[in-house]
């Protein structure tokens, strides 16, 4: 599956960003959809990830509470909303799939085959 990710730009300490990663080539319904993050000198890392069936959710503990990963199978689409956003938050997200469910554990970029190109997010202090 092809992975489009948009929706980042430059936001202020507190504020809100809502990103969208529309997918083609392949229905998402039975992908597990995830979003990773790599800040500048920094390791990818995991953000949040939505599973296939039952889409129960995941997220790294420094955005619980404050991201909500959702998804849209009949737009082919998975959505991360940002609240309450922090300089730390700044990075380029990656939106990632794999079909039903990625090896080794919904948090390890390893397990998922699709990659979207990833969009700019930079908070502002």
Same mark, same amino acid.
Do not use: H
């Given at each position: 599956?092809?992975?489009?990710?948009?929706?980042?730009?430059?936001?202020?300490?507190?504020?809100?960003?809502?990103?969208?990663?529309?997918?083609?080539?392949?229905? &998402?319904?039975?992908?597990?959809?995830?979003?990773?993050?790599?800040?500048?000198?920094?390791?990818?890392?995991?953000?949040?990830? &939505?599973?296939?069936?039952?889409?129960?959710?995941?997220?790294?503990?420094?955005?619980?509470?404050?991201?909500? &990963?959702?998804?849209?199978?009949?737009?082919?689409?998975?959505?991360?909303?940002?609240?309450?956003?922090?300089?730390?938050?700044?990075?380029?997200?990656?939106?990632?799939?794999?079909?039903?469910?990625?090896?080794?554990?919904?948090?390890?970029?390893?397990?998922?085959?699709?990659?979207?190109?990833?969009?700019?997010?930079?908070?502002?202090?």
């Amino acid at each position: 599956v092809q992975l489009q990710a948009s929706g980042g730009g430059l936001v202020q300490a507190g504020g809100s960003l809502k990103l969208s990663c529309a997918a083609s080539g392949r229905t &998402i319904s039975r992908y597990s959809l995830a979003w990773f993050r790599q800040g500048q000198g920094k390791e990818r890392e995991f953000v949040a990830a &939505i599973t296939w069936r039952t889409s129960r959710t995941y997220y790294a503990d420094s955005v619980k509470g404050r991201f909500t &990963i959702s998804r849209d199978n009949a737009k082919n689409t998975v959505y991360l909303q940002m609240n309450s956003l922090k300089p730390e938050d700044s990075a380029v997200y990656y939106c990632a799939a794999d079909l039903r469910s990625p090896e080794g554990g919904f948090n390890r970029g390893s397990g998922y085959d699709d990659w979207g190109q990833g969009t700019q997010v930079t908070v502002s202090s």
